[in-house]
């Protein structure tokens, strides 16, 4: 029923409706409402916002008789697109509240499409589904508390959620893995698999971790991440890492990043908390790393590849990954240097469209991985990754390739 919930609440907005307003405003110079309506309209919560926020403006520019009447729907027009993306995150509440406004401060054109929106809310939220914000959206895989669902999705690059989300499967077998995922290279989310592994009580509890791993070094990353240039690795002990990850304030602090790092071969006592997945046997490939990635909320790993299988095991918290076929990779601006060949010029959280056009409208799939869930990525696609809590990955890269593997 969520399901449905989320999909009765498409914008209701007529085409002609549309481009009757749209066309008002660009004869009246306001292009950059048009630009954002547009990707407003292609799914890009963001855009939608900026251009509520630009219409809003309008109707405070002046007197309110001298405001343009087109503004007025174009305002209603804002608040259809937030109030939609707001349905599909199940914040109900908020959106109910975006769609009053529109109400008070919109004009005539749009009405019967917000009150028809406000009606579909409400007989969702007495049908016992909320209007409180505390659902859970299950569409997209959103298992976020709604109240976080909406400022999650304010940090995340424009137009997530808002495509094809990752394919998601309940214990799946190897066969099926095999047949349906593997061999055609199709990512996939596999749930219940790791329901047994000691790690997903043991690394929740900062204790534990520190009785096992608190005196040890470990090198982590601090900054943005590893394409801008203020970012650098440091030495500390693992009980100084966890001390930064208990401060740290996501919105502000830079975070630092156990990235990428071997820890199960230095730590023995985590390894002995993981389970090699069956599925990283598929392809009679052999195990190359097993690498950790733990940190706070806010760590970024930015637009790359890898040549390997991958499985990605979420243990502790959650988050956002898009990801691209490796079919795209030119309209993805690969860097030129050899090192940094499998990573992408396309900065996805400030993506300049002037430098990289071609990458805009490019297709991908994303989720939102939560705890207890593997992601397999396969080999040479493109992957960009953030945190949105304290998180605690496990990443089982394998195949075929020449490199050594792993003891
Ligand atoms: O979890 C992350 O931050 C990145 C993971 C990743 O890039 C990988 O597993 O290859």
């Excluded at 943005?224 to 996501?250: G, V």
């Excluded at 469209?353 to 991908?364: N, R, S, Y």
């Excluded at 990443?395 to 003891?407: A, M």
């Amino acid at each position: 029923m969520s399901g449905t919930g989320a999909e009765v609440l498409q914008t209701p907005i007529l085409d002609a409706e549309r481009s009757d307003i749209l066309q008002k405003i660009s004869e009246e110079g306001g292009y950059a409402y048009v630009s954002m309506a547009t990707l407003a309209a292609g799914g890009d919560f963001r855009a939608a916002e900026v251009a509520r926020e630009m219409a809003w403006e309008q109707l405070h520019s002046g007197p309110w008789h001298s405001v343009l009447p087109v503004w007025r729907d174009a305002y209603s027009m804002a608040c259809l697109h937030v109030a939609a993306f707001l349905h599909r995150t199940a914040d109900f509440r908020e959106a109910l509240k975006v769609l009053d406004m529109g109400l008070i401060m919109g004009g005539k054109l749009l009405r019967p499409d917000l009150e028809s929106s406000v009606e579909k809310i409400m007989s969702v939220s007495s049908d016992g589904r909320g209007s409180d914000g505390g659902e859970l959206c299950e569409k997209a895989g959103l298992r976020l508390n709604c109240e976080g669902s909406n400022k999650v999705l304010r940090v995340l690059p424009i137009r997530s959620l808002s495509c094809k989300i990752v394919e998601k499967r309940y214990s799946l077998s190897l066969e099926g893995f095999l047949c349906d995922y593997f061999l055609s290279g199709s990512p996939v989310i596999i749930s219940d698999c790791m329901d047994h592994w000691p790690a997903r009580t043991n690394w929740k509890d900062m204790d534990y971790l520190e009785r096992v791993a608190g005196g040890r070094t470990v090198p982590v990353e601090v900054g943005k991440n590893y394409l801008c240039p203020e970012w650098k690795q440091e030495l500390i002990t693992f009980s100084q890492f966890l001390e930064r990850i208990k401060s740290n304030d996501s919105t502000s602090a830079i975070p630092t990043y156990l990235a990428q790092h071997p820890l199960f071969e230095q730590i023995q006592e985590l390894r002995k908390d993981i389970f090699v997945p069956d599925y990283c046997f598929a392809g009679g490939g052999e195990l190359k790393s097993l690498n950790a990635w733990f940190g706070p909320a806010g760590t970024v790993t930015p637009l790359h590849h890898d040549p390997h299988h991958n499985i990605l095991a979420q243990v502790v918290g959650k988050k956002y990954i898009r990801l691209y076929t490796a079919l795209i990779s030119e309209d993805l601006y690969p860097y030129n240097e050899s090192m940094l060949s499998n990573s992408s010029q396309v900065d996805l959280d400030n993506l300049d469209e002037k430098e990289f056009p071609k990458a805009q409208d490019l297709d991908f799939v994303d989720c939102v991985l939560e705890e207890g869930e593997m992601l397999y990525i396969p080999p040479k696609w493109w992957h960009y990754v953030r945190s949105l809590t304290t998180s605690f990955s496990v990443s089982f890269w394998w195949g075929n390739c020449s490199s050594s593997p792993i003891s």
